[in-house]
């Protein structure tokens, strides 16, 4: 299973070349862009060549990048309204897509192959109209996304409309066979169990959000820390035909010493091994 970091560790500082270059020492073998502007700003010209510099003089590997949530620098909090593809306000849907897009023309320079997207926000219900909305946003974006060589990747939240079944549905009915699933391994968790997710998903999973809770809250934990059962995950995604990615996506808030990041790395790694 290939070993990816999310950036998201990191979310509370500007992304720069010396970030990434701890998480190639620490053992990961490519690497997740969370697209916020705050953090990787994908509307400048310069911070995205910074990145894509640094990319074309190492072997690790732009592997995918997390869709913006939030249009602004302050993740919502001065007010921004959040990035809603199945808002519904029809402008609001198309506010959203536009600013997904801008996060993928970064690819132009950065050559990730995948963008993972969410579909709505917590509280959005799951009904005919939800999943239409969905499935015209899918279409759209890739539409938008497969000249530059991404492919999506719809991820389980915390909502009705993204539960393993309701996914499955928007994905089989739609005819979005190209549309894959980023596994979130703490929601599933939260919701209808790892387990389930897993043999419910099975072949559309091609990369997993690896991190832990205690089935109560999202709390992006490092693995062992929460309550979700590893080695039977493990065995489980290595059974798929096509094991997915393992992607680290470890909260930016945990108070973690910097000295000791290499370490917890290697380890949330090594529950895969």
């Known amino acids: 299973m290939l070993r990816v970091l999310s950036t998201h560790l ?41 990145l894509a510099e640094w990319f074309q003089s190492v072997p690790v590997e732009p592997y995918s990048m997390h869709a913006p949530l939030y249009p602004d620098r302050e993740m919502g909090r001065a007010g921004a309204p959040g ?47 939800s999943m239409e909305y969905a499935q015209i946003a899918l ?34 009915l739609g005819h979005l066979d190209n549309v894959g699933v ?4 703490g929601h599933a968790h939260i919701t209808v169990g790892v387990a389930e997710a897993i ?20 709390e992006h ?12 995950t493990a065995k489980a995604l290595k059974a798929l035909a096509t094991p997915p990615a393992t992607v680290l996506e470890i909260g930016y808030d945990l108070n973690d010493a910097h000295n000791t990041l290499a370490a917890k790395i290697a380890a949330g790694f090594a529950k895969f091994e």
């Open 221 to 232: 934990l490092w693995p062992g820390d929460g309550t979700i059962d590893w080695p039977a």
């Open 199 to 218: 043999g419910s998903l099975g072949g559309k999973i091609v990369s997993v959000h690896t991190h832990d809770n205690h089935g109560e809250k999202d």
């Open 83 to 129: 990035i809603n593809v199945l808002h519904p306000e029809k402008s609001r849907r198309i506010d959203a897509m536009d600013e997904i897009k801008r996060a993928l023309e970064s690819a132009e320079r950065i050559p990730f192959k995948h963008m993972v997207v969410h579909l709505g926000e917590r509280d959005d219900s799951w009904s005919p109209r």
């Open 10 to 50: 990191f979310l509370s500082h500007r992304l720069h070349p010396g970030l990434l270059e701890e998480a190639g020492r620490a053992g990961a073998e490519a690497i997740e862009l969370f697209a916020a502007r705050q953090h990787f700003d994908y509307t400048s010209r310069e911070h995205v060549a910074e």
């Open 182 to 185: 980023c596994l979130d391994l």
């Open 139 to 172: 279409e759209h974006l890739g539409a938008f996304a497969r000249p530059l060589g991404v492919r999506l990747l719809v991820e389980n939240l915390l909502s009705e409309v993204t539960t393993p079944e309701h996914l499955k549905l928007i994905l089989e």
